[in-house]
């Protein structure tokens, strides 16, 4: 625990001040009414110092620490949140403040040195030299007694990895290596054992120490931990019944507010007899007597004239603090960057997983081996019995990718917590993160879909161009892909999405013209044809197959009628081909803006 930090790790801190914040939320059991989550919590957090949020389970400590890093999406806040004497903006949060989350939020296909590399490239400015971030991430990972474990996948529920207080320390680390002015954790010490809740809390006490402004949340500290903090407050029931210097001064002033409390006991430290004396207060229902205890004290008395003062230095800043809150942009890195190191520390990863490779390309090439094995030869034989034959496999062609997107909701319902993460966290803005997962997963649909479309195009002699049957196939699955995307960002979890994804696929299938004929659809369903991006794929094909002289008659006269080639039965004669292509290609693009918009603001995740 002596091992200081480097210049690295020095950033100026900023003061944090909290006047009169009350927040409210619906009562889920009565909309009709609201809950007070927090009732004119008042303090103020410094530069150089530790400050500790402590109250039993459901005082409102991870609600205030939410409020203060801007994480909070439902309520509503009344009162003062103000850094440096501003109020903060979520693109000044985001990047230049640092949250570690109580649970767990990594990728599990990363080690522990690609994790904080794979953050540090994002969060730390591109003008820093590789060597200069690698450099910071080796301390880190020193730090943080995290050596043993370095090259060690991080891992998963499925994949044994790193264990839980390592991957608590993994935590920390993605948060100290973007240099933060002010950091907040949430139960940091949670899950850890006490030696090494010690080790980690000193190193953010070194951090403070350096200058920055560390606030945590800390539910029954260590007497060792609990002694570096420099200040205290203390919640109950949303409410503040002490605010000041942490140690002895809080409980002599308990003492001093309720005299009959006991004392100490013999080998009591300061930490326990707190923790003690708030759960007891909180059970039974004393929080409003400790509130009003404080409220008419020399503590709240002080605490209102250091927050007057210090929200009246607020023009008192220096050009750095000014810039940083000025900033207007969420991310530190350029679009660009940012695409590159997800390409660099995701997509190349997930490329050599079998795990992630398997399920999308296993069903495609099963379904490919049952087509051109059943089908074997339909192409070439132009008689009207096997005419339903060929449109049926041609149907099938563009069904199955469409039904395949199912493979690919997961990737971003189960992705969810880390998204939410890491955009709150400054790595990445939407759109970035949407094109590089389309972009992985459209690379690898290129591969597939050559080699499928040669293996089924061939070995059934079909008709005319290959172009156009291995481009409506490639332009189908890539549909699917930005549709399960979109479906999964509006779906609240795996279950909504997996049943929402395949009705909206089979509602699809009676509309594309081969189940019941354009002519025959009614009037007022010919709407949803006309949105019906399988209704073009599968069109295309067909005038693909039967254009010219391949146009064969298909119907033969009977009872005056005249007979019609195939084209014209299903009203496809008049089509182009490639101009059904380009709409279905334009398909691509909505649900790709409509997958844009669902993840930008659609909130699943409701703190």
């Given at each position: 625990?002596?091992?200081?930090?480097?210049?690295?790790?020095?950033?100026?801190?900023?003061?944090?001040?909290?006047?009169?914040?009350?927040?409210?939320?619906?009562?889920?059991?009565?909309?009709?009414?609201?809950?007070?989550?927090?009732?004119?919590?008042?303090?103020?957090?410094?530069?150089g110092e530790m400050s500790a949020l402590m109250g039993p389970s459901g005082s409102g400590k991870t609600t205030l620490l939410d409020l203060l890093a801007g994480r909070k999406t439902v309520g509503q806040m009344e009162g003062q949140i103000a850094f440096a004497g501003h109020k903060a903006t979520p693109q000044f949060l985001r990047r230049f403040t640092g949250y570690v989350e109580q649970f767990d939020t990594l990728l599990g296909i990363l080690t522990v040195e690609e994790m904080l590399m794979y953050t540090a490239e994002l969060k730390r400015p591109i003008t820093q030299s590789h060597s200069h971030k690698k450099a910071a991430v080796d301390e880190l990972i020193d730090l943080l007694a995290l050596d043993?474990?370095?090259?060690?996948?991080?891992?998963?529920?499925?994949?044994?990895?790193?264990?839980?207080?390592?991957?608590?320390?993994?935590?920390?680390?993605i948060a100290l290596v973007t240099n933060p002015r002010v950091l907040f954790l949430d139960e940091p010490t949670s899950g850890l054992d006490s030696y090494t809740s010690n080790e980690v809390m000193s190193v953010v006490k070194q951090l403070a120490s350096n200058g920055i402004t560390v606030c945590a949340t800390i539910h029954s500290p260590s007497p060792y931990c609990f002694k570096l903090f420099d200040r205290l407050?203390?919640?109950?029931?949303?409410?503040?019944?002490?605010?000041?210097?942490?140690?002895?001064?809080?409980?002599?002033?308990?003492?001093?507010?309720?005299?009959?409390?006991?004392?100490?006991?013999?080998?009591?430290?300061?930490?326990?007899?707190?923790?003690?004396?708030?759960?007891?207060?909180?059970?039974?229902?004393?929080?409003?007597?400790?509130?009003?205890?404080?409220?008419?004290?020399?503590?709240?008395?002080?605490?209102?004239?250091?927050?007057?003062?210090?929200?009246?230095?607020?023009?008192?800043?220096?050009?750095?603090?000014?810039?940083?809150?000025?900033?207007r942009r969420e991310t530190v890195t350029p679009f660009w960057w940012a695409l590159k190191t997800l390409f660099k520390y995701r997509t190349l990863k997930n490329y050599k997983s079998p795990d992630y490779l398997g399920p999308r390309v296993a069903d495609k090439l099963i379904f490919s081996l049952i087509i051109f094995t059943l089908y074997w030869k339909v192409g070439k034989n132009t008689d009207p019995?096997?005419?339903?034959?060929?449109?049926?496999?041609?149907?099938?062609?563009?069904?199955?990718?469409?039904?395949?997107?199912?493979?690919?909701?997961?990737?971003?319902?189960?992705?969810?917590?880390?998204f939410v993460r890491e955009r709150n966290d400054?790595?990445?803005?939407?759109?970035?993160?949407?094109?590089?997962?389309?972009?992985?997963?459209?690379?690898?649909?290129?591969?597939?879909?050559?080699?499928?479309?040669?293996?089924?195009?061939?070995?059934?002699?079909?008709?005319?161009?290959?172009?156009?049957?291995?481009?409506?196939?490639?332009?189908?699955?890539?549909?699917?892909?930005?549709?399960?995307?979109?479906?999964?960002?509006?779906s609240p979890n795996m279950d909504v999405a997996n049943a929402a994804l395949p009705t909206y696929v089979v509602s699809l299938l009676f509309f594309a013209g081969f189940l019941i004929r354009f002519d025959a659809i009614p009037k007022y369903w010919q709407w949803y044809s006309y949105i019906d991006f399988l209704k073009y794929?599968?069109?295309?094909?067909?005038?693909?197959?039967?254009?010219?002289?391949?146009?064969?008659?298909?119907?033969?006269?009977?009872?005056?009628?005249?007979?019609?080639?195939?084209?014209?039965?299903?009203?496809?004669?008049?089509?182009?081909?490639?101009?059904?292509?380009?709409?279905?290609?334009?398909?691509?693009?909505?649900?790709?803006?409509?997958?844009?918009?669902?993840?930008?603001?659609?909130?699943?995740?409701?703190?």
């Open positions: 625990m002596s091992k200081s930090l480097s210049m690295a790790f020095l950033s100026a801190g900023m003061t944090v001040v909290v006047k009169d914040v009350t927040y409210t939320v619906i009562n889920s059991q009565n909309k009709k009414e609201t809950l007070s989550l927090l009732k004119g919590v008042g303090g103020y957090l410094l530069p043993g474990c370095r090259n060690v996948l991080i891992g998963s529920s499925m994949t044994k990895g790193i264990s839980g207080g390592q991957a608590k320390r993994v935590n920390i680390g407050m203390l919640l109950l029931r949303g409410q503040v019944v002490y605010f000041g210097a942490n140690g002895k001064q809080a409980v002599e002033f308990f003492h001093q507010s309720c005299p009959a409390l006991p004392g100490l006991k013999e080998g009591e430290n300061e930490a326990e007899w707190i923790v003690d004396l708030t759960v007891q207060a909180d059970r039974q229902g004393r929080s409003g007597d400790f509130a009003a205890a404080y409220e008419s004290s020399e503590f709240k008395s002080a605490a209102d004239s250091d927050i007057a003062r210090l929200l009246a230095k607020a023009e008192d800043l220096d050009d750095a603090t000014k810039a940083d809150l000025a900033v019995d096997n005419i339903t034959n060929i449109a049926a496999v041609l149907f099938m062609w563009v069904t199955l990718p469409a039904f395949g997107a199912a493979s690919y909701v997961p990737a971003i319902v189960l992705e969810r917590s880390l400054g790595l990445y803005r939407v759109i970035t993160y949407l094109v590089a997962k389309i972009l992985e997963e459209v690379f690898i649909a290129l591969l597939s879909s050559i080699a499928f479309a040669n293996l089924v195009f061939w070995t059934l002699q079909l008709q005319g161009s290959f172009a156009i049957f291995w481009l409506i196939y490639y332009t189908t699955l890539s549909t699917g892909i930005v549709l399960a995307y979109f479906i999964a960002a509006l794929a599968w069109g295309a094909l067909m005038k693909n197959q039967f254009n010219g002289d391949r146009n064969v008659e298909f119907l033969a006269p009977a009872n005056g009628q005249e007979s019609q080639n195939v084209l014209n039965y299903y009203s496809l004669a008049g089509i182009n081909m490639w101009g059904w292509l380009g709409i279905e290609a334009c398909f691509f693009a909505t649900f790709f803006a409509f997958a844009f918009l669902a993840l930008k603001y659609v909130q699943h995740v409701k703190r």
